[in-house]
């Protein structure tokens, strides 16, 4: 099962409220979430960034330099 950490201070998360529960619309992929080891969503994640990066879709954060190009 994957533990969800929150980020403290104020923030709008669209899957999670503020009591950490999942709103009504990401039910299933919340149940998938939930019956998925960490390893795989996390390799997910790894397939999910080199794939980004061999298309050239890149996000940039403002005022991080470490993610400038």
């Known amino acids: ?6 980020p403290s201070g104020p923030y709008y998360d669209e899957m999670l409220t503020a009591e950490g ?10 149940r998938w979430l939930q019956r ?6 996390l ?6 960034e080199l794939l ?8 940039n954060v403002y005022g991080d330099d470490e993610g400038t190009e």
């Open 43 to 48: 390799q997910k994640k790894e397939q999910a």
């Open 52 to 59: 980004f990066h061999r298309v050239g879709i890149t996000f």
């Open 36 to 41: 998925t080891d960490q390893q795989s969503v």
């Open 21 to 30: 529960q999942q709103r009504q619309h990401y039910d299933p992929w919340w």
């Open 1 to 6: 099962m994957i533990k969800i950490t929150l």
